[in-house]
Nanobody, 118 residues
Framework: QVQLVESGGGLVQAGGSLRLSCVAS????????MGWFRQAPGKEREFVTR????????SDAESVKGRFTISRDNAENTVYLQMNSLQPEDPAVYYC???????????WGPGTQVTVSS
């Protein structure tokens, strides 16, 4: 059974930082592209960033470029999201997800809440 479990969310002041983690189990982690998405209340879920299976290639949404960094540790089956300079538009539930190659994201975690105070 595949499981993705996010952690690291919480309350932070605007301009602050958080590091999210997502631990995967039940799949061959090194074969999967990993992504982070977020969903704010009343809004659709949106793409944040992704990282290639090996870890050498990343792609970020414009809204987070220069502030958020995705990384992965295939030995630990973990993907990270370092979030710096958090802004009032960043609060949301953050989800990690896994996909194989060009297929749709298939596996999802339950999410972790990020709240930013101004």
């Amino acid at each position: 059974q595949v499981q993705l479990v996010e952690s690291g969310g919480g309350l932070v002041q605007a301009g602050g930082s958080l590091r999210l983690s997502c631990v995967a189990s039940g799949l061959t982690f090194r074969k999967y592209i990993m992504g982070w998405f977020r969903q704010a209340p009343g809004k659709e879920r949106e793409f944040v960033t992704r990282i290639s299976a090996i870890g050498g290639v990343t792609s970020d949404a414009e809204s987070v470029k220069g502030r958020f960094t995705i990384s992965r540790d295939n030995a630990e089956n973990t993907v990270y999201l370092q979030m710096n300079s958090l802004q009032p538009e960043d609060p949301a539930v953050y989800y990690c997800s896994a996909r194989l190659g060009s297929r749709d994201y298939y596996y999802w975690g339950p999410g972790t809440q990020v709240t930013v105070s101004s």
